[in-house]
């Protein structure tokens, strides 16, 4: 691949990055920066074929990666307790308050649903808001601390670190009305849920799991050495799941249903592991037919999908934060100020 454009966000201080999004004709990337002994964060919608910028919109306080729908309107949180709706053109739609409490990424549900959990001290609910007025619909009480949401088939489920050290609790809420359908406490910390049809993959301190979204039920687990922690988002495809790690390693699992004379059960699988210096930032992306994933001292780096065997690399400048969005044959990377877009070639 080659690189195509560069962006910088101009003037800031101690600026990060949050994953790169595309919407119909942008790639949208949120970033946060020291303002007057503070925080100020900028949404800025980028044409992704030249990088030249469509539109920016700033925001008083640190936001989170945004979320978009077909119509190219963009949704963001912030750590004041909004979450804010933009149109294509960064026209402001609304403003939905939810008390005054960090707020985690929102998590889009259907065709007329935000979600958003707290985060943070003092966290202790989810909340369910309109996408065209942004008003709420429903709070449900997850009594915690909640890291990413994953939703399917009507479920929503999310980890709750639950307040006074209580543990940590995978929650199953129904859509429609935030009524708790079933709770998995676990005595290891859990993170970012990923929905595959009926199964809830979620990374854990030591171990990857899967769960079932009806019920709750452990289906399997792949036990990690040296308890390491899967504290990343990460990415399915086909049978196989890619995650890296907090020990800087990116590693490769695979999803097997196993026949007996009774009943098929799933399992989890080790296929392979390899180092990236510095660890990962963001997610795995699958980038044609290769696994990208993002490095702090590495930059961009293509692995073999079904050996971990690396393939090239690509140059970025260091920073904070950051991720991958592969769109249309482009590979979009984010780190620091800097964002940068490579194409076919």
Known sequence: MKLNWSYRLPKERQVGARVPVASAEAVLVAFHYDKADFYESAL????RTTGEERWRTTIPHVITEPVTTPDGSAYVSSFSGTVHAFGSNGEKLWDGRCGDRNMGKPCLVGNDRLVVAEAGGGASRTWCLDVRTGAVVWAFENQGHSY?????????????????????????VERS??????AVDSTEWIFHPVVQDQTVLIGARGSLRAYSLQTGELLARLDLEDQEAIDGQMLV???RVYFGTDAGRVRCAVMQNKRSFFKTRLSLESAWQ?????GIRGRPAMAGNALAVLSLEDGIVFLEPS???RLSVLKMPKGDGGGLLYDREWLHASMGREVRA???G
Not at 44 to 47: G, I, S, T
């Open 44 to 47: 800025v919608a980028l044409d």
């Open 148 to 172: 990413a949401l994953a939703a399917n088939n009507g479920r929503l489920v999310h980890a709750t670190v639950l307040a006074k050290g209580a543990g940590v609790r995978l929650h199953c």
């Open 177 to 182: 009305s935030g009524r708790s359908l079933w």
């Open 237 to 239: 495809s086909d049978d």
């Open 274 to 278: 390899a180092a990236c210096e510095g």
């Open 307 to 309: 050996t971990g065997q």
């Open 342 to 344: 490579f194409g076919p």
